[in-house]
């Protein structure tokens, strides 16, 4: 079964613009998270979606979106760019099983590395 | 705040050796605990996930939990130089509603010495 894939691997933006990632999660996979891994403040919850709805959001501004589609692919956008916005964006999927049974084991894709110059 | 802590290391252990590694949380409400493996320049691998109070074994690595002090750990006997890495631990306050959202360590960085 093929892993979670990010395009593009890497971008490359400068301040003020606005960027998208794209995820396609692992198949059968409906929960899609979204994180930013920077070397201060860690790996970093940005928001979840499952069944198109964004189901949870951590604790960053407005300038970070994301939406999910029908096929469960996901992607996020980051709107004025700023220095700070340079980081590893990683996604992640787990299977949505029936209520009971556990299923929130998180596989990551390879990260997205968005550098804002 | 929900936190996870982690020593930052480096962890230097010899290559064979068991390599012992600590994570405490904040948060006792948490009910799922992963471990996972990140190389320099790499995407997290999971290793171990663990639910209920005790070990969970899987080949050279166990995971210990103990929910009463909100501790847990992970042992990995004979280890190698490929085991170098940076290692997380990650929690997650509950499934179902809101399973997605991991709240991490800033991870111990291991080095195994051939």
């Known amino acids: 079964k093929a892993g979670v894939t990010q395009t593009p691997r890497y971008l490359i933006k400068t301040r003020g613009q606005q960027v998208t990632l794209s995820c396609s999660p692992i198949?059968?996979?409906?929960?899609v998270s979204w994180y930013q891994q920077t070397p201060g403040q860690g790996l970093q919850f940005l928001f979840e979606?499952?069944?198109?709805?964004?189901?949870n959001k951590g604790n960053f501004p407005g300038r970070f979106s994301g939406r999910q589609f029908s096929n469960s692919r996901s992607e996020m956008n980051v709107s004025t760019l700023e220095l700070g916005d340079s980081a590893l964006y990683l996604c992640?999927?787990?299977?949505?099983?029936?209520?009971?049974?556990?299923?929130?084991?998180?596989?990551f894709g390879p990260g997205t590395r968005l550098t804002v110059l | 705040q929900k936190e996870v802590e982690q020593n930052s290391g480096p962890l230097s252990v010899p290559e064979g050796a068991i390599a012992s590694l600590n994570c405490t949380y904040s948060?006792?409400?948490?009910?799922?605990f992963f471990w996972y493996r990140q190389y320099s320049g790499k995407s997290p691998e999971l290793i171990m996930s663990?639910?209920?109070?005790g070990d969970k074994e899987d080949g050279r690595f166990t995971a210990q939990l103990n929910k009463a002090s909100q501790y847990v750990s992970l042992l990995i006997r004979d280890s190698q130089p490929s085991d170098s890495a940076t290692y997380l631990c990650a929690v997650n306050l509950g499934y179902g509603g809101s399973q997605g959202n991991l709240i991490f360590g800033k991870g111990t960085k291991l080095s195994v010495k051939p």
């Open positions: 948060d006792r409400g948490s009910q799922s």
């Open positions: 992640a999927s787990s299977f949505e099983g029936l209520a009971g049974v556990r299923t929130d084991t998180q596989y």
């Open positions: 663990i639910y209920s109070n």
């Open positions: 198949s059968g996979h409906r929960s």
């Open positions: 979606y499952f069944s198109e709805t964004q189901r």
